[in-house]
């Protein structure tokens, strides 16, 4: 059966029929330290609308390694090691980072920029998309699922 999105690795599989409730480029220091990049890509999904096919596969670690109890869970594959997805112990979101987790080419690009520091001393983005020091303001998180 084919999905609307669909990422992984080998040995977990994910797939999502919804579209995302939020699509943003990341500037704030945890993804930065997690991932590596300067900006990170990062889609929330409403939880519920995020399928694992083998969730006793992953392995979970905090997102925000100064924050451990903190609602964020990054979620790797037990076998290979490769991020699957941030899982909100909340059950209000599931996230995916498209170029990292299997989803790059099938997710629009991001259409603001989020957690911008000025105090971080980058140069404030100036792509014409909005920029915000959190998410959008019109964002509601969504109800647990």
Same mark, same amino acid.
């Given at each position: 059966?084919?999905? #609307? ?20 480029? !990341?500037?704030?220091?945890? !993804? %930065? ?12 999904? %409403? ?11 992953? %392995? ?6 100064? =924050? ?8 790797? !594959?037990?076998? !290979? ?7 909100? #112990?909340? =059950? ?6 498209? =170029? ?23 140069? #404030? ?21």
């Amino acid at each position: 059966m084919s999905h #609307k999105y669909s990422g992984g690795c080998d040995h977990i599989h994910t797939h999502a029929d919804h579209d995302p409730i939020d699509n943003h480029t !990341c500037h704030c220091s945890v !993804c %930065k330290g997690v991932t590596g990049q300067d900006t990170t890509h990062v889609v929330f999904f %409403k939880h519920g609308d995020v399928a694992v096919d083998n969730e006793a596969g992953l %392995k979970r670690q905090p997102f925000n390694a100064n =924050n451990p109890d903190g609602p964020l869970e990054l979620c790797t !594959c037990g076998e !290979c090691g490769a991020p699957i997805m941030l899982d909100d #112990k909340q =059950n209000r979101i599931r996230v995916i980072v498209p =170029n990292l987790m299997g989803y790059d080419g099938q997710i629009a690009p991001a259409p603001y920029h989020a957690f911008y520091d000025p105090a971080s001393g980058v140069p #404030k983005p100036d792509d014409g998309r909005p920029v915000y020091e959190a998410l959008r303001p019109d964002f509601e998180w969504p109800a647990p699922s």
